[in-house]
């Protein structure tokens, strides 16, 4: 079975500086997807970024980024120029038949 | 964008009864729906996947005769909470995958209590 760890429970960054997320994963698979969702209070899911594996470059939106080393099954995710409505779990995720989740990582972000 | 409505968005039941969750892709067919439970300050784990015309495939853990899944159509896939106890209390999330296979779209959840 797939696991997602993330190490972070909690996370704080001061607005508009960047903070990264670590996640990890454990396949034995060559082609999968990875995702980083954000769940604000709502509780909606948001997807964030979406990472093919056997894409070497690194998938960016707009804030967004993310550094995947696929040899070392590590999937970070950097934002840049944090905003207050940034603040959120997130979520890591690892898509090839189904979608496992890590335990997810609350991020805070104080003015 | 896709989007994937999940009805009710919040249900209150005595114990004992049969609560019914919906979800729908609105905009795309969804060959494959996965359903979701998730606890306060947890992940979300996965049930079920739900393949239309096809039994569902539970996880290890889950009661089958518990958590009726029925995707009758490549649009609707239902949940069914039988015999409704207080330790069912929970929020439950849909998810529907296009056929692409590729792209993957979230309801907006059901917070389930049981009295």
């Known amino acids: 079975a797939q696991t997602v760890t993330q190490s972070q429970p909690e996370m704080s960054v001061q607005e508009a500086e960047t903070v990264t997320l670590s996640c990890t994963y454990d396949?034995?698979?060559?082609?999968?997807?990875l995702f980083w969702y954000k769940q604000p209070p709502s509780r909606q899911m948001i997807l964030v970024i979406r990472?093919?594996?056997?894409?070497?470059q690194n998938a960016t939106e707009n804030r967004f980024s993310v550094n995947f080393q696929k040899a070392a099954k590590s999937f970070s995710l950097k934002i840049s120029d944090s905003q207050l409505g940034d603040a959120a779990m997130y979520f890591c995720a690892y898509h090839r038949q189904a979608l496992n989740f890590g335990k997810g990582t609350s991020l805070l972000v104080t003015p | 964008g896709a989007v994937v409505s999940q009805h009710p968005s919040r249900v209150i039941c005595k114990s004992g009864t049969s609560v019914k969750i919906e979800c729908r892709s609105l905009d795309f067919q969804a060959t494959t729906m996965f359903w979701y439970r998730q606890f306060p300050k947890k992940s979300l784990m996965l049930m079920a996947t739900s393949n239309e015309g096809s039994k569902a495939t539970y996880e290890q853990g889950v009661e089958k005769d518990k958590f009726l899944i029925n995707h009758a159509s490549l649009t609707l896939s239902t949940l069914t909470v039988t015999s409704a106890h207080p330790e069912d209390s929970s929020f439950y999330i849909c998810?529907?995958?296009?056929?692409?296979?590729?792209?993957?779209?979230f309801g907006s959840g059901t917070q389930l209590s049981v009295l």
């Open positions: 396949t034995s698979e060559s082609d999968y997807y």
């Open positions: 998810s529907a995958l296009d056929r692409g296979g590729e792209k993957l779209f």
């Open positions: 990472q093919e594996a056997y894409k070497q």
